[in-house]
């Protein structure tokens, strides 16, 4: 894969590549194998950069998902709390 940089700016080629590895890969933790870095060095990237993403809902069920389980799921522990 070629990225093609506007200019010699670090702070945007580090965000193009954040971003570009997040799209390419589809988790934080793929992402962060394919630049080389931990995961939590890519998740402070993402909030350097302000960069707004979100994993595709069906990459792992449970989380992020809009199923009927995990509604009701979070709609007991809201009546639990009442």
Request: with cysteine; hydrophobic share 45%.
């Amino acid at each position: 894969m070629q990225i093609v940089l506007d200019s010699f700016n670090l702070t945007n080629a580090e965000r193009l590549l954040c971003e570009t590895a997040l799209h390419t890969a589809g988790s934080i933790v793929e992402a962060a194998k394919l630049l080389g870095i931990t995961r939590h060095a890519l998740k402070r990237r993402i909030i350097k950069h302000n960069i707004r993403w979100i994993r595709d809902a069906g990459a792992r069920p449970g989380l992020g998902d809009t199923s009927p389980r995990s509604t009701a799921s979070a709609t007991s522990v809201a009546a639990m709390s009442v």
